[in-house]
């Protein structure tokens, strides 16, 4: 690796270390997920999954179900960008797992360019979808290496 891709790894980690300590926010049992999206070297937004404001901060029902109205950690910071006077075009997402289906069309709507994601979510549609539609996609697994 040359100098200035070594320099991006390290960041990318970084990263993805926050992301993962944002995860810890949510109030979820089943999947914490943390988000962190960066644009021009500047933390713009970020995120974890969990109930809408001023609902109860319980996310899964008496089944151990996720409520159909939790929000992914993605769109939680897209959300946060929204109401702000920043925009997400040409940003990166990181993530702790990668997109689903749906959040996955919020990231390519929102400009964002690049996702770097630590774990896989069981279905890779919306890893294929953003592929597909020219987002650069970097899974880093191992991140205190």
């Known amino acids: 690796m040359d100098s200035a891709t070594t320099k991006q790894h390290k960041y990318?980690?970084?990263?993805?270390?926050?992301?993962?300590?944002?995860?810890k926010l949510s109030q979820?049992?089943?999947?914490?997920v943390g988000?962190?999206?960066?644009?021009?070297?500047i933390i713009i937004s970020d995120g974890f999954n969990g109930t809408p404001a001023g609902f109860d901060n319980c996310c899964e029902n008496e089944e151990?179900?996720?409520?159909?109205?939790?929000?992914?950690?993605?769109a939680n910071a897209i959300l946060k960008v929204a109401k702000s006077t920043n925009n997400c075009k040409g940003a990166t997402l990181y993530?702790?797992?990668?997109?689903?289906?749906d959040c996955s069309k919020l990231v390519l709507q929102s400009g964002?360019?690049?996702?770097?994601?630590?774990?896989?979510y069981k279905d890779p549609a919306g890893i294929d979808?953003?592929?597909?539609?020219g987002v650069q996609v970097l899974n880093?697994?191992?991140?205190?290496d």
């Open 64 to 74: 151990g179900l996720t409520h159909w109205y939790v929000l992914h950690a993605e």
């Open 28 to 32: 979820c049992t089943r999947k914490q």
């Open 95 to 101: 993530l702790t797992h990668s997109p689903c289906r």
């Open 35 to 41: 988000a962190i999206i960066v644009k021009d070297e």
């Open 140 to 144: 880093i697994a191992h991140i205190d």
């Open 112 to 120: 964002i360019s690049r996702v770097v994601y630590q774990e896989a």
């Open 129 to 133: 979808f953003l592929k597909n539609a």
């Open 12 to 23: 990318d980690k970084a990263y993805l270390r926050l992301a993962l300590s944002w995860a």
